[in-house]
């Protein structure tokens, strides 16, 4: 018990520094960008890391095949890739500012995702 208080008034004596490492992080969100494809490249969206798309892509192969069905389904699997992607690189943005605030792994941050 005693070991938990004084991690809880390590954490806040930080918090000066965690908040600016949360700021820097929400900065990187928006840097982030990856993306996702499907069909041979036929579709490929882009994605930040607030898990906004932010581009699509839709070759004129794509379009020649007059096959809406499969046009939106060639979307959701490049989204869902993308999105994947950007997951995992967020992810590891967390796990390395947590451990920069000298954080326990897997120790999560409310509010950062």
Known sequence: MFKEIGQ?????RQLPKIKEEAEQFQA???QI???GSAGGDMVTVR???RMEIIGVKITEAAWAMQDREMIEDLFASAANQALG???E???GEMQSMAQNLGLPPGAGLPGLS
């Open 28 to 30: 990187k969100l928006n």
């Open 85 to 87: 992607k950007a997951r």
């Open 89 to 91: 690189i967020v992810n």
């Open 47 to 49: 994605v930040n890391g």
């Open 33 to 35: 960008q990856v993306e």
């Open 8 to 12: 809880l008034a390590n954490l806040m």
